[in-house]
């Protein structure tokens, strides 16, 4: 999935995971498991409507916090805007 630059991944305990501060950083957050064999695998002369398949295997399960640090930039940058907007009506 893409996140925007800024984005840092927690995991329970807190601890930071992956920090994404540049454009183009990426982070396998969790793998995925194994593919299965579909009915196209069983498919032969014979058996030319298999009805039978073999399950993939599990993937990675994990829980992470994606935080953004990037909105509190932008709020600093437009409080300083509207200070100096305001100091400049009041002189």
């Known amino acids: 999935m893409q996140v925007p630059v800024g984005t840092f991944f ?12 540049h454009a183009g950083d990426s982070f396998t957050a969790a793998r995925g498991g194994a593919g299965g ?21 599990f993937g990675e399960d994990k829980t992470l916090y ?10 600093m940058v437009l409080n300083f805007v509207y200070l100096a907007g305001y100091l400049l009506l009041i002189a």
């Open 66 to 75: 994606a935080e953004l640090r990037v909105i509190a930039d932008i709020g």
């Open 37 to 57: 064999r579909g009915n196209y695998f069983f498919l032969s002369n014979d058996n030319r409507a298999p009805t039978t398949y073999e399950q993939g295997g």
């Open 10 to 21: 927690r995991d329970l305990s807190g601890a930071v995971v992956a920090d994404l501060q």
